[in-house]
């Protein structure tokens, strides 16, 4: 049910995020890929603030599924208008939540199907690794972009290409396929061994 989603808390800080153990799912990646699209698609509802413009959201957005589960919506990286003494106690807080969050399940880099992997992607995957997080799942953002057979075969190559980068899952998404949401919320579902969330 839709009703059963709601808006926790917006953090900007380590002391601030929620003192409990509610399994979190993170959605990250660079800004304007459709991290908050695709969570108000998750939750069938305009649950988080969208833009054409990068940079929208700006602190650790967390949204609860009745008592649980939560998404996390990630500020973009590779853009932003912050300041650079905001964006360092970002940088600061994403690294103590990804390096100290127990109950943190699963996550999910996007990355624009359109654009592929960027340096920056690159980066965040080898940091990942450094800090050897293992539940990173991708997310092919815009598939209704890619048209031409050409882009697809860009995207076959990419995926040879991340197989030399340690990941659990691929997933495809569109603002217009129902089904590639039907398969991300199973994998949510599965791994909170839930029934279901609608
Ligand atoms: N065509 C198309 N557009 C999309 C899709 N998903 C998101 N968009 C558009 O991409 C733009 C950016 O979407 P957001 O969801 O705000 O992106 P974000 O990753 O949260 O961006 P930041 O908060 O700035 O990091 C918006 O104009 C969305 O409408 C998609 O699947 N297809
Ligand atoms: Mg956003």
């Known amino acids: 049910m839709t009703d059963d989603w709601r808006f ?19 959605f990250w990646g660079r800004s304007n890929v459709g991290k908050s699209s695709l969570i108000n698609l998750l939750t069938k509802k305009k649950i988080a603030k969208t833009s054409k413009t990068p940079g929208r959201t700006k602190s650790l957005v967390f949204f609860q599924f009745k008592s649980s589960f939560r998404i996390v919506d990630f500020p973009g990286y590779g853009f932003s208008k912050i300041n650079k003494e905001k964006i360092e106690l970002l940088d600061d807080l994403i690294e103590k939540y990804l390096t100290s969050r127990s109950n943190l399940k699963e996550l999910f880099l996007l990355i624009d199907s359109r654009h592929g992997l960027k340096p920056i992607d690159i980066t ?69 061994n839930e029934r279901e969330f609608e």
Do not use: A, C, M
Request: charged letters at 30%.
């Open 8 to 26: 926790l808390k917006e953090v900007y800080s380590y002391n601030d995020l929620p003192n409990d153990s509610i399994p979190e799912f993170i």
């Open 124 to 192: 965040i995957l080898d940091l990942l690794g450094n800090i050897s997080y293992r539940n990173i799942n991708l997310i092919f953002t815009k598939q209704d972009k890619l048209k031409s057979l050409q882009s697809k075969k860009n995207l076959e190559n990419l995926e040879k290409e991340l197989k030399k980068k340690s990941y659990k899952k691929i997933f495809h998404t569109s603002i217009n396929d129902v089904n590639g949401i039907v398969i991300l919320k199973k994998f949510l579902l599965k791994s909170l």
